[in-house]
């Protein structure tokens, strides 16, 4: 269970359900998983009488809450908090070690197959978990390592020494593994709630197993999979299974949220910052759409409301799949967000951090030219109207945290680096644009040693998290 108590650290969980406290700094700089059951050990079956008893072994099955919760943490997945981490499955029996199948011990919640090594090893020589092994119980086993030559220490030691030899050890995912995917599944209610009256749920040709609180199954065929419900109400809805790993659903009438992104674009963390303009993405928000006309923003628009641990926050545009809101100045830690509207509720938890930051783009996506203007004249910086060396530019955001008054101005506590091209520009001022609820802006001068062209590069890192890369013109 070492690896899921890795997870449950970073996690911060807690034994009550849906409980975390996740450490401010987790201290840990790499991880390694070795045939780590993260959705669950094969054969269930066989524990269950321990599991009874023994509440470790009872969070091991699949679909229990405690790796229902796992998988769902943080924005409805687990991003092991950016740790730097691979999986090595074990892959001598069939499609699993004996014990884990390959879905299983993946990690395609977090990187993908390409941080997933696979080695012909059996999981474990344990006498007591080798009654129960599916006849996988011949050496070499992928945790005793014995000699320099064993694939699990090849790999170990190279991911330790930082360079990338532990690529061509052991094999990539193919066969049954490139073709189907895990289905880690919870039907609920209006509210959000379990629904416990579920007698048969199918994907596609796959048939789901009832765990203690949620449904599952090691492989279900890639691609989009119609689910069937014996339940009351009956339902048929659909999911998108990813090869090469598990896929967590949520399936349930009224409101749905799924992701929480810096209203600027996307940027290479889930964490978000204090007072961070962000948009909820997800299904039935709202019956349409509406925009809040004046600040104060309302904390009820459309029939909708959103509440940070409880408490009503501003909401500047609701739609159908869609929310815009900023984010309390107060907020730390991991807050718990909850859409409400006549349909229904459903929570959806996000990591805050001291400062996520993120830059405003002129498409809107945040991808390309970043929102950046001349600070005296307001003019927009274009390729057709570029940047100087040594203008003084104002660059707009969101994401820098919390604020401090100084001189009738918010400036950010955490104050960011500007990178332009590489060259660190340096900043006159960081903190709310006057004005304007969850917009920041950063004043700065062009470095004279600046690169020249249409498209330099420009970020913004604070708090060690790096923004969207964006680009400004220069001459």
């Known amino acids: 269970m070492g690896g899921l108590i890795l997870r449950s650290y970073l996690a911060g969980k807690q034994n009550a359900a849906a409980t975390f406290r996740p450490p401010a700094d987790p201290r840990v700089r790499k991880a390694i998983f070795l045939g780590t059951p993260h959705f669950g050990i094969s054969f269930p079956q066989a524990f269950a009488s321990v599991a009874e008893t023994d509440p470790q072994v009872r969070a091991l099955l699949p679909g229990s809450r405690f790796l229902f919760d796992l998988g769902t943490w943080n924005q409805g997945a687990d991003n092991l908090r950016e740790v730097d981490a691979i999986a090595v499955a074990g892959a001598a029996s069939a499609s699993t070690d004996g014990l884990v199948s390959l879905t299983s011990a993946s990690m395609r919640f977090l990187a993908g197959e390409d941080r997933l090594r696979i080695v012909p090893y059996c999981h474990t020589n344990n006498a007591l978990l080798a009654l129960v092994t599916a006849g996988c119980r011949r050496a070499p086993f992928l945790a005793e390592i014995d000699s320099d030559d064993h694939l699990s220490w090849r790999i170990i ?143 009820e628009l459309n029939g909708v409301h959103l509440l940070a641990n409880g408490t009503p926050i501003g909401l500047q545009f609701v739609g159908p799949t869609q929310i815009n809101a900023i984010l309390p100045e107060t907020a730390r830690g991991l807050v718990t967000l909850e859409v409400r509207n006549t349909a229904g509720a459903h929570q959806i938890n996000v990591f805050v951090e001291a400062a996520s930051p993120a830059i405003f783009t002129q498409n809107g996506a945040g991808t390309g030219d970043a929102a950046a203007t001349q600070a005296v004249s307001g003019a927009l910086i274009t390729q057709n109207s570029p940047a100087r060396r040594g203008d003084v530019l104002t660059l707009y955001s969101t994401g820098l945290g919390a604020t401090e008054n100084r001189a009738g101005l918010a400036w950010a506590v955490l104050a960011p680096t500007v990178e332009i091209g590489g060259v660190p520009a340096v900043p006159l001022y960081a903190g709310r644009a006057p004005g304007f609820a969850g917009l920041d802006q950063i004043n700065f001068v062009v470095p004279t040693d600046a690169p020249r062209g249409p498209a330099v590069p420009v970020r913004l890192i604070s708090n060690g998290r790096a923004s969207n890369e964006t680009t400004l013109a220069i001459d």
């Open 157 to 299: 030691r190279s991911f330790l020494n930082g360079n990338n030899d532990w690529k061509q050890v052991g094999a990539n995912p193919e066969g049954p593994l490139t073709a189907n995917g895990g289905l880690l599944l919870s039907y609920q209610d209006r509210e959000g709630k379990a629904i416990e009256a579920t007698t048969k749920i199918t994907a596609g040709i796959a048939d789901l197993t009832k765990g203690t609180y949620a449904w599952s199954t090691d492989f279900v065929p890639s691609g989009l999979q119609d689910v069937k419900i014996t339940a009351t109400p009956e339902a048929i809805s659909a999911v998108n299974i990813t090869p090469v790993g598990y896929n967590v659903a949520v399936i349930k009438s009224g409101p749905r949220l799924a992701a929480v992104l810096p209203a600027a674009g996307r940027v290479p963390t889930l964490s978000r910052a204090p007072g961070m303009f962000v948009s909820l993405y997800g299904a039935e928000l709202a019956t349409s759409a509406a925009q809040a006309s004046a600040l104060p923003l309302p904390t």
